[in-house]
Nanobody, 127 residues
Framework: QVHLVESGGGLVQAGGSLRVSCAAS????????LGWFRQVPGKEREFVAA????????RYADSVKGRTTISRDNAWNTVYLQMNSLSAEDTAVYYC????????????????????WGRGTQVTVSS
């Protein structure tokens, strides 16, 4: 069982940067790939970025590639999402999710592969 709590959301101006964090409970944090997804009302949840349990492999959505970095600190059971050059299209609730990995593999971009989810943190970008 993994309990995920997101933080760091808020209001930011277009062109600005924001880092959201996700703290996880549990003693086997390194066995979980962590992903970030986002959702706006009326739309499906969208993949943003993911990182493998070891942190050695990452995956990004094309919409954020080059301006977003996912990282993790396994000593602190925390995963981060650093977002730069934000635009109004980035406005959404951002969710952290965990996918248990028996063997190390590249992280998935599919929401259905993730077993545990946080409650989300709102990111609003003003234009």
């Amino acid at each position: 069982q993994v309990h995920l709590v997101e933080s760091g959301g808020g209001l930011v101006q277009a062109g600005g940067s924001l880092r959201v964090s996700c703290a996880a409970s549990g003693r086997t944090f390194g066995n979980y790939a962590l992903g970030w997804f986002r959702q706006v009302p009326g739309k499906e949840r969208e993949f943003v970025a993911a990182i493998s349990g070891s942190g050695g492999s990452t995956r990004y959505a094309d919409s954020v590639k080059g301006r977003t970095t996912i990282s993790r600190d396994n000593a602190w059971n925390t995963v981060y999402l650093q977002m730069n050059s934000l635009s109004a299209e980035d406005t959404a609730v951002y969710y952290c999710a965990a996918d248990f990995q028996v063997y190390s593999r590249p992280p998935s971009g599919l929401a259905s592969d993730y077993d545990y989810w946080g409650r989300g943190t709102q990111v609003t970008v003003s234009s």
